[in-house]
């Protein structure tokens, strides 16, 4: 009897912290914001390009959105807009501007119970000019917090 | 002739005690319970957020063997910053539990030992509304009401004692793990009724039961006998000086 005792108040403790621990509010660690990841080519060869300069924007109907501006840059990521089914960014390589139209469903995706849902989406085609962009194509069509290339951009 | 008689007697009391010792064979009652846990309806006491209502029964198949089954309702909801959440469904356990207390300690009356069971969980579950931000701005979308069916392994250890004659109470512990949530990598639940928390691949949980017990059969268990050597023997003989051990029957006073 005195072993069963034990067993049973172990048994209690154990179960008593494993709901205080259930009860506490843990933070979010986690990732949550999904991107479009874009790896630049260079056009013919097929080899990793690295543009001397690269801004990505958006206008909008209020204002501008700048998304990235490096010098050499081989691959940059941007987000989706989580609110429409397409986006629209202003790619410029070299000096050089090339505006690229996104269309993609979209998804709520729960990251965990501490950091709640956000948006994944499924490219489902694209339009863009050629002023510099040869060519424009999807490798990954999900775009979700995996960091796999999406896009490849040869130019 | 005294010497003679001192021997008589020894030879005696030893045949005497190898006769009440040397039974092999236990009768254990089997039982049938049915009871339902008590946590859940003190938890609702601390929070209105969980809701989890269950009920469960045992059949002894052997004195070491019980088929287990039960049933659970849950209903969760979660109000966050970012999202409002809401699951409920009910879930089914099947199993077997192995009580590791031998028969001849045990008899019928307590329960110490593992069991394993496999579960289902029937569900539904929405986001009424989620809150989402990134460099495009902030917004709102929600998630509609989807049934799904869930589905998990249970590795319960647990205790269980007699309260009073026909009544036990007992905890399990619980180890969960999820086979599938059923809804998909997108949408796994904050809390999947049954199992709890939908995004991990182990949940834990505890419980605290009560439930009557009714013998249906009696059965004969083989106790197999305490091997000794001879030296353990002898020391234990030196300590005792009536030389009360088990011998050959494994009967120890000590159990």
């Known amino acids: ?155 | 002739m005294a010497k003679r008689t001192c021997i008589f007697f020894i030879s005696l009391f030893m045949v005497a005690e190898t006769v009440a010792f040397s039974q092999d064979t236990v009768t254990v009652p089997l039982h049938v319970r049915a009871g339902f846990d008590l946590s859940g309806p003190v938890m609702k006491l601390v929070s209105n957020d969980l809701i989890s209502y269950g009920i469960l029964g045992s059949a002894d198949i052997n004195s070491s063997i019980a088929a287990t089954a039960g049933i659970r309702y849950s209903s969760f909801k979660s109000s966050e910053v970012l999202y409002d959440f809401r699951s409920r469904g009910l879930s089914f356990t099947a199993g077997v539990d192995y009580n590791f207390i031998k028969a001849n300690v045990s008899q019928g009356k307590y329960y110490a030992g593992i069991g394993l069971r496999y579960g289902l969980s029937f569900y539904s579950e929405e986001a009424p509304m989620l809150r989402y931000t990134n460099v495009w701005g902030a917004g709102e979308t929600s998630v509609p009401l989807e049934q799904h069916t869930g589905h998990f392994l249970e590795i319960t250890p647990g205790v269980r004692t007699q309260l009073l004659p026909g009544v036990t109470v007992g905890w399990n512990l619980y180890m969960r793990l999820l086979i599938s949530a059923g809804a998909g990598k997108d949408l796994k639940p904050v809390w999947m009724p049954g199992y709890g928390p939908g995004t991990s691949g182990m949940s834990t949980a505890a419980e605290y039961y009560i439930s009557i017990s009714i013998p249906y059969r009696k059965v004969k268990v083989y106790i197999k006998p305490k091997v000794r050597d001879s030296e353990e023997e002898e020391t234990e003989g030196e300590n005792t000086g009536t030389g009360n051990t088990t011998g050959t029957s494994g009967f120890s006073n000590r159990l």
Do not use: W
């Open chain 1, 1 to 155: 009897m005195k072993r069963l005792s034990l067993i049973l108040s172990t048994a209690a403790v154990t179960a008593l912290a494993m709901i205080l621990h259930s009860c506490s509010v843990q933070p979010c660690y986690e990732d949550t914001d999904p991107a479009m990841n874009t790896l630049l080519l260079v056009s013919g060869t097929g080899e990793t390009a690295k543009a001397d300069s690269l801004r990505v924007y958006t206008y909008r109907e209020t204002d501008t959105l700048k998304f990235i501006s490096l010098r050499g840059a081989s691959t940059f990521s941007v987000p989706l807009d989580p609110a429409n089914d397409e986006s629209v960014f202003l790619i410029t390589l070299n000096g050089v501007t090339d505006t690229a139209a996104i269309r993609y469903n979209r998804r709520p995706h729960l990251v965990s119970p501490e950091c709640g849902y956000t948006i994944v989406s499924e490219i489902t085609g694209l339009k863009t000019t050629h002023n510099i962009i040869d060519t424009l194509i999807i490798e990954n069509k999900s775009v979700n917090l995996d960091g796999q290339t999406n896009l490849h951009l040869f130019y």
